[in-house]
Every structure is written in C-alpha cells, then in structure tokens.
C-alpha cells in the first residue's frame, strides 16, 4: 500500500493537533480561500512587524474546515513562517510550491522545508495538490495584502 | 418489493465493458462506484462511434456527397431513436454539448424576446436540492431580467419539502425546475405532481434528467414536464452530447440561443431568419460520432430494460444502504430507503473527512466522488461541508457493495476513527 507514503505520521500528527489555529487579534490582512472542487475553505490572517526596515512575520492564524492534507498543511505552514522575514518565507512557500508540482519525483531540501518535506508524497496525487496548498496560496495573499498595506 | 422484476446478467454485460477488465492502485482489480458522475462505456458505444468515423464521416445536413447523407441519417436516426425513447416526437429533441448546455439553452431562450420572455418581476421556482447545472442558469437569468428566483427547501431527511408548494408558485411563476433524481441523496422529487401543480398557474417545467433517464424508465408525457435535460455520458454514451427535449409548441416560440451556422434561414447582411427546432438551436457542424454513440446506448440500455436496470440499482441500494448503516460513525445523507430514491449514496464518516476516505477507497481501487458533487446549497442545508457518494449502474455488482463497506472500516482504521 502506499497509503503511508503520502499519510507521513508528521502529516497524520499535525492533522490531529493542528498548531497556531485559532483566529487572532490584531491582525493586519484577512482573506478567505476556497477549493471549488471539494469545499475546503481557510480564512487566514497575517501580522507583521517592522524588525531593522525588514518585514517580519509576527504571527499567522487560521481557522479551516479540509481533509488531513490541506488541515496538516496549513499547520505545518504556520510553524514554518512565523517569525522569519517575508523574503524568506516567500522562499520556503516558493520551494513547497515546486515540491508539489514535482509529481512524486521532487528531492526536498529538508533545511529548508523541514517538517513539510512529508509531503513529498502528496505531489503523486494530483486532486490532492491543491489541499496542500490552500493554506500556503492565503498566507501568500494575505502576506501581499499586508504588505500592500504598509507601503 | 421492487416495482419491476431483477432480470439483468451482470456478468454478461460487464464483459461489455473493456475498462471494468483493467487493474487500478496496488494490481487492485477497478471498483468503479462512481457512474454518477460519469459511466462506463461498452464495446457497442464504442464501435458505434468508431463505424461512423469510418464509414459514414461527413458534415452532417450539408454537402451533397454520400458520406454527407449516411451522416446525416446516422444523426437523425440518433434522433429519433432518443425521442421514442422518451416517448417523445423527434422534432422535440435538441443536441446539445451536455445537460448542462440543454438548460442554459432553456434559461437563454426565456431571457430573448418572444412570448417566453421572463419580466422583472415574474418569479423563478427551483429547488435547494439542485445540482449547480440547474440552479446557477436561473441564477444568471434573474439577473439578466429582474426576475426573482425562489427555491423549495429539503427535509432533514433529504426530501424536498412540499408543505408550501402551492404558495410558492404564484401566478407571477414562469418557471418551475426541479431535479428528477438527486446526484448527492438520490432522491427522486414526485416531479409528476409539481408539474401538475405549476401548470395549474400557468408555469413551465423543466426536470434534470441527468440522474434519471440512465436509471429509470422515463416517458415525458407521464412526466408532463416542458423540458427535461440529460446527457449521455453518464447513460453508458459518449462525452459531448446531450439532449434537450421540449414540447414542440414552445421550442418553437423560443428564439435561438447559440447562432451560427446551421440553424439559419436566410442570412442577409442586415439580419437573419432561422430554422425551425430542432436545428434552429444546433449551430454548428453536427456530433455525428457521438450521435451514433448515444443511439447505440439507448439500443443497450433498451435490450436490458429500463424495469431491469431500475431494479437491479434499487437491489444494489438497498444492500449498500443496509450494509452502511452498519458501521458506527457512518451517517447516510438522504433517505434510508429505497422508496422514491436512485442509486446514488452519499456519506459522511465521522472522524474522516471525505477526501481522505476517498483516498483509501482509491487506494483499494474503488473509484468514488469525494466533495460537494457540484450541489452545494444541498450540502449546506444537510450540515455537511463534503460527503462520499457511490453511486451504482448495470454493471456494479454486491460484491463491490460489500468491498465498498470494507473499505469504509479501512479508512476507519487508518485514520483512528470509528
């Protein structure tokens, strides 16, 4: 079976215990993202802080309704992004994106993705790419919007 | 007590079926569940497809050459062979692209001038239950036109709720549509009453057949619907073809929808002048191959009977309805039996969202539909984000019933629920 191949325990425990969900307060964007396929939807919201003229990422909240993939996602997501500066998590959701779009044959740099290399696996599965991304695809809008907004 | 007697050789007609013979996931033999979305084709679609590229493929209703006039009589043999099929007249069949393309036609038409024409004001009646492919059209053409779309409501239970039906159409009600078999519930609306009921004000009818006509015998008349829409790739046809049947006097005082060639009179720069229905609403060169592939599906469909398919899916509904209410943690969307219900059976798994239940059933090579199967508003007002549907036809087998409910207690497992 290679059920195990994409359903990693990371993902499975993530799934469970979904880190930094909840919505907060302040928060400087908001958006709602939908699959039009299935109905999965995220609402999540971004804060940022000025850090030596640098944007950083202070916080990501989310609250979503999705299968295992996209819950685990996002949680994995939030670890991630929280308190490096946009550029470098730009880069990190960059890397993902391209991990998703390696159908099965990506080599991920676990330095760089580290807990969301478990989901190599998902990238063989095309109705399933778009779960991993949902969380990833708001927190980039919301990152745009945020800094839209400082500008 | 099923209304018609089970006489179907599954086994004999899924040796008709050259993509039930293929392995899936893991060497896994294919458990396809989900003909609800589209069906499996036989061999004799197949060559009925294939003949006609071969031997009679010219542009159909134009040209002067012989393949042009095998052409032709392939398509309006197709024709007439859908019509008797409905119990309808020949000149009441439209080719469209799909069902969904069939209702656009209607909604386009009662926006055009003519004596349709919907007004501000006048009201549009269709149902919470409906597929997207029967709700956004009326959505659209109330906002083309002011008019205001209302909707009946479904039961906890998944029935549509007929209790205010008669003050829900109004002598202001142009429009009645209605799903004739649920995509998601399977249930079948008694479309027969509502149309007698909207016609008492004065109100057309249309009933998405896409769910019924595969499944169920389906005469028009005894439907006493105006329109009823279908497509044939989930009757065992071809993709690319559907059908719109309408009664004759209103196709013809709809204004055309699509133009081109075709469907024309007599073009002059300064305006045209169209064709009577049908062709008046098929521009365009004529899907012949897939005309030819419909027709073969009803000669299919019609050698098992309409009674036997019917009974044969009400056998296999019952099984899997009796078989998943057994499973903690599994609850039915729809009703719980079979009364008034086809064989389309969604669910929810508690503890396991359905994308990941139908991951592990694919896994196991049981093919089903995960998500909201393009019925959302249904979804909402049933308090599901998503849900699991099988869905059952002539070749599905309670084998597979029972592999599917297997599978249920795998993903179970998997996921530590249940």
């Given at each position: 079976m290679q059920l195990e191949s994409m359903y990693q325990d990371i993902i499975l425990d993530h799934y469970r215990n979904p880190h930094h969900k909840g919505l907060r307060d302040p928060f400087d964007a908001e958006v709602h993202h939908v699959n039009p396929v299935c109905g999965d939807e995220v609402t999540l919201r971004i804060t940022l802080k000025d850090v030596g003229g640098e944007a950083v990422v202070e916080d990501v909240s989310y609250d979503s309704l999705g299968c295992s993939i996209s819950q685990a996602s996002a949680s994995v997501m939030s670890d991630l992004v929280i308190g490096k500066p946009v550029g470098e998590a730009m880069t990190i959701s960059q890397a993902f994106l391209e991990l998703m779009q390696s159908k099965g044959e990506g080599e991920p740099d676990e330095g760089v993705l580290e807990d969301a290399v478990a989901f190599a696996g998902v990238s063989k599965y095309p109705a399933r790419i778009k779960c991993a991304l949902l969380g990833w695809m708001a927190w980039k809008d919301a990152t745009a919007r945020a800094m839209e907004g400082t500008q | 007590m099923s209304a018609y007697p089970e006489h179907l050789d599954v086994e004999a007609v899924r040796a008709d079926f050259p993509a039930l013979a293929r392995t899936v996931r893991n060497d896994k033999p294919l458990v396809y569940l989900d003909s609800g979305a589209t069906s499996q084709k036989p061999v004799q679609v197949l060559d009925a497809e294939r003949s006609c590229y071969e031997l009679h493929n010219g542009a159909a209703h134009r040209g002067t050459h012989l393949l042009g006039e095998e052409a032709t009589d392939v398509y309006e043999g197709a024709r007439a062979k859908v019509a008797a099929f409905l119990g309808a007249g020949a000149g009441e069949?439209?080719?469209?692209?799909?069902?969904?393309?069939?209702?656009?036609?209607?909604?386009?038409?009662?926006?055009?001038?003519?004596?349709?024409?919907?007004?501000?004001?006048?009201?549009?009646?269709?149902?919470?239950?409906?597929?997207?492919?029967?709700?956004?059209?009326?959505?659209?053409?109330?906002?083309?036109?002011?008019?205001?779309?209302?909707?009946?409501?479904?039961?906890?239970?998944?029935?549509?709720?007929?209790?205010?039906?008669?003050?829900?159409?109004?002598?202001?009600?142009?429009?009645?549509?209605?799903?004739?078999?649920?995509?998601?519930?399977?249930?079948?609306?008694?479309?027969?009453?509502?149309?007698?009921?909207?016609?008492?004000?004065?109100?057309?009818?249309?009933?998405?057949?896409?769910?019924?006509?595969?499944?169920?015998?389906?005469?028009?008349?005894?439907?006493?619907?105006?329109?009823?829409?279908?497509?044939?790739?989930?009757?065992?046809?071809?993709?690319?073809?559907?059908?719109?049947?309408?009664?004759?006097?209103?196709?013809?005082?709809?204004?055309?929808?699509?133009?081109?060639?075709?469907?024309?009179?007599?073009?002059?720069?300064?305006?045209?002048?169209?064709?009577?229905?049908?062709?008046?609403?098929?521009?365009?060169?004529?899907?012949?191959?897939?005309?030819?592939?419909?027709?073969?599906?009803?000669?299919?469909?019609?050698?098992?009977?309409?009674?036997?398919?019917?009974?044969?899916?009400?056998?296999?509904?019952?099984?899997?309805?009796?078989?998943?209410?057994?499973?903690?943690?599994?609850?039915?969307?729809?009703?719980?039996?079979?009364?008034?219900?086809?064989?389309?059976?969604?669910?929810?798994?508690?503890?396991?969202?359905?994308?990941?239940?139908?991951?592990?059933?694919?896994?196991?090579?049981?093919?089903?539909?995960?998500?909201?199967?393009?019925?959302?508003?249904?979804?909402?007002?049933?308090?599901?984000?998503?849900?699991?549907?099988?869905?059952?036809?002539?070749?599905?087998?309670?084998?597979?019933?029972?592999?599917?409910?297997?599978?249920?207690?795998?993903?179970?497992?998997?996921?530590?629920?249940?």
């Open positions: - | 069949i439209v080719f469209t692209k799909n069902a969904t393309e069939a209702i656009n036609l209607v909604a386009y038409a009662l926006s055009g001038p003519g004596r349709l024409q919907v007004r501000p004001g006048d009201e549009i009646l269709i149902t919470e239950m409906e597929h997207h492919a029967n709700l956004v059209p009326w959505q659209q053409l109330c906002e083309r036109t002011g008019a205001t779309l209302r909707w009946l409501t479904v039961t906890p239970e998944g029935r549509l709720d007929l209790d205010h039906l008669d003050s829900m159409i109004t002598g202001r009600t142009r429009m009645v549509a209605v799903t004739h078999q649920s995509n998601v519930t399977g249930t079948i609306p008694p479309v027969a009453d509502i149309a007698r009921a909207a016609h008492e004000k004065g109100a057309l009818v249309l009933a998405d057949a896409a769910q019924s006509v595969p499944h169920q015998p389906v005469d028009v008349a005894a439907l006493g619907v105006d329109f009823l829409a279908f497509s044939a790739h989930k009757m065992l046809g071809p993709y690319g073809i559907g059908v719109l049947f309408g009664q004759a006097e209103l196709l013809e005082a709809m204004p055309p929808f699509l133009t081109g060639g075709s469907m024309i009179e007599v073009v002059r720069m300064e305006g045209s002048t169209f064709l009577p229905p049908p062709q008046r609403f098929e521009p365009g060169v004529p899907a012949v191959a897939q005309a030819a592939g419909l027709a073969a599906a009803v000669d299919y469909l019609n050698a098992l009977g309409m009674g036997h398919v019917a009974a044969h899916e009400e056998s296999l509904t019952a099984h899997a309805l009796d078989g998943l209410r057994e499973i903690n943690g599994v609850r039915i969307l729809g009703p719980d039996t079979t009364k008034d219900r086809g064989g389309a059976v969604s669910f929810e798994v508690e503890g396991v969202h359905p994308h990941d239940v139908g991951q592990v059933l694919d896994e196991l090579g049981i093919a089903v539909r995960t998500g909201h199967h393009c019925a959302w508003p249904l979804h909402r007002a049933l308090g599901v984000q998503a849900s699991t549907r099988a869905s059952f036809y002539v070749y599905n087998t309670h084998d597979e019933v029972d592999a599917l409910a297997d599978g249920i207690r795998y993903a179970q497992r998997f996921f530590g629920a249940g």
